[in-house]
């Protein structure tokens, strides 16, 4: 009897770790992403121009995609326990030599490779295919808990950064983070003992509709196997088309609002209490894409974030609160929606033990758009002084996202 009750349910076990890698990612997001407020004090104190100040976001990126496939082979080959405890290590570092930074190329520098490096050695590179292989008839909804990480950190990441920096002044804020970081370095990575040893939810998986292919039919694919599919590049497009959606918008979104006439602190308030939407947002999208497919899944996401943009099209003054309120929300609610169901697409799709390798490498298309989008947003603003070229651009990055993923639908040809 307590065998058969084990089957049917996931064992404790594989909710801890779930847990672990949440608390760890969220983190690690918060600190990363609290880079947009900071951005806003660094125009001020050194003058620097909208597409400078955007440099040091856009190497972040570009170094988190081109990274990935090494934190994906470290994974694979180390374990979480060790990956947790290198970019504990290095986020730390990252965080205390910012306080000191007096020049663009020690911002670049610090933040946009060391700390890029440490985070992605604390985000989904190093979670998705972990929680993957212990989750099989919830990947859905686990990779869509862990994905919304990202989202809570980043939603207490702009008040709390507005609220150290005014109080404390951005060098001693940077302090104070750096030194929560390195806190809490020891504790994240015990959580993660024995972690590598699956203890599979592997109950049935629920039925998706019949037309939508939900898993491959091999077990262990390699890279090279991978690559050859067309699967594997349309993931690589759509992860391109996401990155540079968003980022096209986000980096620049309190920026965009003070120059609306927003104050700071509201403004940083309305678009933080947005970001927390994305938790159920994330949450929603990727247990649904359990049911409704993935891609239907994905494509409502998308939808959403596109109507979020257009709502800050419409802004022209600081008397347009509620659309500034509607654009928090709706580009919010979506934010890192389409994580989770791209994650368990690839997994669907290339399961086996080198998942690890094979999201890295697809993963160089998020930090590709993402790159250019956080810089494209900013030269584009010093060209015409508005951004909304570049939220037209995001949604038709959008756009061409949706086509991708659609065509994911084909069947895998192994």
């Known amino acids: 009897m307590p065998s058969s009750v084990q089957r049917k349910r996931p064992s404790l076990n594989i909710w801890i770790v779930l847990a672990a890698s949440f608390a760890t990612f ?13 951005l ?17 976001y856009s190497v972040s990126q570009l170094v988190n995609g081109l ?7 470290l994974v694979d080959r180390l374990g979480s326990r060790r990956l947790v405890l290198l970019g504990g290590a290095l986020l730390t570092l990252g965080l205390v030599g910012s306080a000191y930074a007096t020049a663009l190329w020690h911002v670049i520098l610090l933040y946009g490779v060391v700390m890029t490096v440490g985070a992605n050695c604390l985000g989904m590179v190093v979670f998705a295919p972990l929680i993957s292989r212990h989750f099989v008839r919830r990947r859905g909804m686990a990779v869509a808990v862990l994905q919304s990480a990202n989202g809570a950190g980043r939603a207490i990441s702009a008040p709390g950064a ?5 109080g404390l002044g951005w060098r001693e804020a940077y302090l104070a983070q750096g030194a929560l970081m390195g806190l809490l370095v020891l ?13 599979t939810d592997s109950a049935p998986a629920p039925q998706a509709p019949s037309s939508i292919p939900t898993a491959s039919a091999r077990e262990n694919w390699t890279l090279g196997e991978a690559m050859r599919t067309p699967q594997f590049w349309l993931l690589f497009i759509v992860y391109l088309c996401t990155g540079l959606g968003s980022f096209l918008v986000s980096l620049h979104q ?18 933080g209490m947005g970001s927390f939407l994305a938790i159920p947002g994330i949450i929603l999208t990727g247990t649904s894409s359990d049911y409704i497919g993935r891609e239907l899944s994905a494509i409502i996401a998308y939808g959403v974030s596109i109507l979020g943009v257009v709502f800050a099209l419409f802004i022209t003054g600081p008397g347009d609160t509620w659309l500034l309120w509607l654009h928090a929300c709706f580009f919010g609610l ?3 929606a389409r994580g989770p169901t791209i994650t368990a697409k690839t997994a669907d799709l290339f399961p086996g033990p080198r998942l690890g390798t094979i999201l890295g490498v697809i993963t160089v298309g998020t930090g590709i758009g993402s790159a250019l989008g956080a810089w494209a947003a900013g030269f584009v603003f010093d ?3 508005s951004y909304h070229v570049a939220f037209g651009l995001s949604i038709a990055a959008y756009a061409t996202g949706c086509v991708a993923f659609w065509a994911l639908r084909r069947p895998l040809r192994a």
Not at 187 to 199: C, Q, S
Request: no cysteine; net charge neutral.
């Open 40 to 56: 806003v004090s660094f125009i001020q104190v050194f003058a620097w121009s909208r597409a400078e100040s955007s440099v040091a």
């Open 67 to 73: 990274s990935s496939p090494l934190v994906g082979a």
């Open 187 to 199: 504790p994240l990575a015990m959580l993660f003992r024995g972690a590598d040893r699956p203890a």
């Open 383 to 385: 060209l015409t002084g």
């Open 162 to 166: 507005q609220l150290l920096i005014g």
């Open 334 to 336: 979506t934010w890192g």
């Open 26 to 38: 969220a983190i690690s997001a918060g600190m990363m992403h609290s880079y947009t407020v900071f």
């Open 254 to 271: 309190l920026a965009f609002a003070v120059d609306q006439g927003f104050d700071r602190l509201y403004a940083a308030g309305v678009l």
